[in-house]
């Protein structure tokens, strides 16, 4: 009945609808064909448009596209929830026509122009940290500089611990005001010549120019003690993460980025909330039992 009835509206739309009946076979859909905007019933057979909503947010290759709830209920804590959970507007059935179009069109334009900011952009919009693109630009840069001048340049990688389980139980805002909190005392704790980046999710990196991996050691240090230490808020809600640092220096030529990799997996695989460096192990707090 419903996509009889978004077909009739949205048929002068420039848009090309595609369907689902159930919320296992709406992820299945939109993990395939990754739609410019999801159109989502509150109410389906099985898993609800809470939950498909959560599993869509948490999946990285679907976590950006837009999602506008159809519900009939006008009871605001059911908007808010949604809302919460990350979808970016909601509409009431039965619907006005006239909105229902106006929505999915002012939808899909803000979506098209962050998808043009993001791709010109070298700025996470999320926390305000370099991003991906201008990290491998940079250390690309700071490479050749310490090769050719001889001096020392250090990368650490960074990661939340178990952040998924923020995400689980603050949901995604909670989750992305997280990000921002790290990523303040990240740049807080930092030199004015590091170059801290948001690598992807909740994994950050930081260039570290003429530090050797010692010094870089005790940055890391200095970050993670930080960063435990400190208790982050969301909507009154008190949350605390621990984080785990690896750390690799120029003397790994090209693969510093990889070294550093692979001293982060060690950090997490040895008991997270911790730092190592390349072979060599900081002692560092471990997280409570």
């Not at 005001?177 to 801290?196: K, M, N, P, W, Y």
């Not at 911790?274 to 072979?279: A, D, H, S, T």
Request: proline share 3%; aromatic share 6%; net charge negative.
């Amino acid at each position: 009945m419903i996509h009889t009835l978004l077909t009739a509206r949205l048929k002068d739309e420039p848009v090309r609808l595609t369907f689902a009946s159930d919320g296992a076979s709406g992820l299945a859909c939109a993990t395939t064909l990754l739609p410019d905007l999801v159109l989502l019933d509150v109410d389906m057979p099985g898993m609800d448009g809470f939950e498909v909503c959560r599993r869509l947010k948490a999946d990285q290759q679907t976590k950006d596209i837009p999602i506008i709830f159809l519900t009939g209920a006008s009871e605001t804590d059911e908007k808010i929830k949604g809302l919460d959970l990350g979808a970016t507007d909601y509409i009431t059935k039965p619907f006005d026509i006239a909105e229902l179009r106006a929505r999915v069109r002012a939808t899909l334009r803000t979506s098209y122009l962050l998808h043009l900011l993001s791709k010109k952009a070298m700025i996470d919009g999320l926390t305000g940290l370099w991003n991906r693109s201008y990290f491998d630009q940079r250390l690309t840069a700071e490479l050749s500089l310490a090769r050719r001048s001889n001096k020392p340049l250090s990368c650490i990688m960074c990661d939340i611990d178990h952040f998924k389980q923020v995400n689980d139980r603050y949901g995604h805002p909670g989750g992305d005001q997280v990000l921002r909190d790290v990523a303040h005392l990240l740049v807080e704790g930092c030199r004015v010549e590091d170059v801290i980046c948001r690598y992807g999710g909740e994994e950050f990196a930081i260039i570290g120019p003429n530090t050797p991996s010692n010094g870089a050691a005790g940055l890391a240090e200095r970050l993670r003690a930080g960063i435990a230490q400190s208790e982050f808020h969301h909507q009154g809600t008190a949350i605390r993460v621990t984080c785990s640092f690896g750390i690799a220096d120029v003397e790994s030529g090209q693969q510093i980025l990889q070294c550093a990799d692979e001293a982060l997996y060690r950090a997490k695989h040895c008991g997270r909330n911790r730092v190592e460096v390349q072979n060599a192990q900081l002692a560092s707090s471990k997280p409570a039992a």
